[in-house]
């Protein structure tokens, strides 16, 4: 219907983690893919602007950037890459080190891109950087909904929680959904939000009208075909589809669409 | 320009009903207009009066809450885009109820108006003070370094503690007020509702340990205490680790 695709407005969200190492940027384009197949028209936004490497995840060689279309070298369109697993990406090209600070222009030009993918996609995936930085925090502002990824480690933990302490106070968000990765055991991963609802119950919530609700999406287990995959450079979905890992992202991509 | 005033047609002039506007302004004080009567400066200052009047709190003459609200929808836009601090302050007085019940409506107003009078003696020119409510007030303090704002919300809490109020009666009395505060977030997109929870939640916070205190939200909000991490790894799985 025409008036379904006027109004199609992506679904944007970001994929954060406080920790870096965890797994974000895999599972981004892991994602993506199983998104993609269940019938989505999907963006990975690489938004991580100071340590770009979705490309090589991916195996992509971009020649067009973000940068270049920050610069005004290039146009948007001409950025937009699709990759051959059925979703498009935007790299941010590692020529990006000088937008790792935050000024009102990359400001601008982020928010001035987003706006422009919004209506052509059903699913905008930003894969924002590692830490607590005023750029992921600014990246996550603008995506609809957040996912947080941890690993059963505390530091990542540490690190998840910080992220959703600062996102409940800061951006009010009360809905947070969570990935654990690297769980060694079944249900570890159910065990990790229990342990970070039960702190954010605690410490975050009291006092506010609307309590921070943590939304579990999924685990995935350690497994030796994501090693072989991420080594051979491509997309776990695509070469080991029948792995517990990759069955573990699409049931994750599943939920998410609910 | 025009040097000389316009006027407006005497037939659109004639109109206008503007008896309750004027007997307003006139009971409120501002009955002053410039201009010729009927002539377009003469209603501009009209408008411009009951803009004010209608911006402003009667009992005290601060801001009143649509102003406060359209202040710091405007003051959270800005923070996103420029990144200044800008600190809010929520303030109450305390045991507010028990000064009307023991002194009488009356004296709760002088109450209001003599603490309306401290906040705006303590703040600087840029601040907008507002009565939010009965007992409520708001502070919007742009461009204040975080390192201020402590300092900034004390001097508030002690000039109200340090004042007499002098009473119908001949009675000094004093009262105190609890503040709460919080800072915008910069860069960042949210909404003046989060900002104002914020500053509501330390409000809270200031009169559950004992009112007549100021609370504002640590910063960064991104450390994790001890405590929080006891509870964090307050699980079986966690055994091996932290051994």
């Not at chain 2, 989060?194 to 609370?215: F, H, I, P």
Request: aromatic fraction near 4%; charge should be neutral; glycine fraction near 8%.
């Amino acid at each position: 219907m025409i008036t379904a695709n006027a109004a199609r407005r992506a679904r944007i969200t970001a994929i954060t983690s406080g920790k870096g190492g965890v797994g974000k940027t895999f599972l981004s384009a892991n994602l993506a893919s199983a998104l993609a197949r269940q019938g989505e028209k999907v963006l990975v936004l690489d938004a991580d602007l100071g340590l770009a490497n979705l490309d090589v995840v991916l195996n992509l060689f971009p020649k067009i950037t973000l940068h270049d279309v920050f610069t005004g070298k290039n146009t948007l369109e001409q950025a937009i890459l699709e990759t051959p697993y059925g979703f498009s990406v935007l790299l941010a090209g590692s020529g990006m080190v000088e937008y790792s600070r935050l000024t009102p222009e990359v400001r601008e030009q982020l928010v001035a891109v987003v706006e422009k993918v919004v209506p052509r996609f059903d699913r905008i995936l930003l894969d924002t950087g590692a830490g607590i930085s005023d750029v992921v925090l600014y990246t996550v502002s603008l995506a609809d909904e957040v996912l947080i990824v941890a690993t059963p480690e505390p530091t990542s933990l540490t690190d998840a929680y910080a992220t959703i302490k600062v996102l409940a106070t800061t951006q009010g968000r009360r809905d947070i959904r969570v990935l654990v990765n690297q769980v060694s055991k079944p249900g570890e991963g159910r065990i990790i939000r229990g342990q970070l609802q039960q702190v954010v119950d605690r410490f975050v919530s009291p006092g506010l009208e609307v309590p921070v609700k943590l939304e579990f999406v999924g685990e995935v287990p350690i497994d030796p075909a994501v090693r072989e995959a991420v080594k051979k450079r491509q997309l776990l979905l695509d070469c080991l589809p029948g792995s517990a890992a990759a069955q573990a992202v699409i049931a994750a991509a599943t939920r998410l669409r609910a | 320009m025009n040097s000389k005033p316009s006027f407006l047609q005497p037939t659109a002039l004639d109109a206008l009903r503007l008896e309750q506007a004027m007997s307003l302004l006139t009971q409120s004080g501002q009955g002053q207009l410039t201009g010729a009567e009927g002539s377009t400066p003469w209603l501009q200052s009209l408008i411009d009066a009951l803009c004010d009047l209608s911006s402003r709190d009667g009992l005290t003459g601060l801001a009143n809450r649509r102003n406060f609200e359209n202040a710091i929808a405007r003051e959270s836009d800005r923070v996103a885009r420029s990144g200044e601090p800008a600190l809010l302050l929520m303030l109450d007085i305390d045991h507010f109820k028990r000064i009307n019940d023991h002194h009488g409506h009356v004296a709760g107003d002088l109450v209001i108006k003599a603490v309306a009078d401290a906040l705006n003696a303590t703040v600087r020119p840029m601040d907008l003070v507002a009565r939010i409510g009965g007992e409520e007030f708001a502070i919007i303090l742009p461009n204040c370094p975080p390192a201020f704002g402590a300092a900034v919300a004390e001097r508030i809490r002690a000039r109200v503690e340090g004042q007499g109020i002098p009473l119908l009666s001949g009675q000094q009395m004093g009262c105190t007020i609890s503040i709460g505060g919080a800072y915008a977030p910069q860069w960042v997109r949210s909404t003046p509702a989060v900002w104002m929870e914020r500053a509501d939640l330390q409000l809270y916070r200031a009169k559950s340990e004992g009112r007549n205190r100021t609370c504002l939200e640590p910063t960064p909000v991104s450390v994790v205490s001890a405590e929080e991490k006891g509870l964090l790894f307050a699980s079986s799985i966690f055994g091996e680790d932290l051994s």
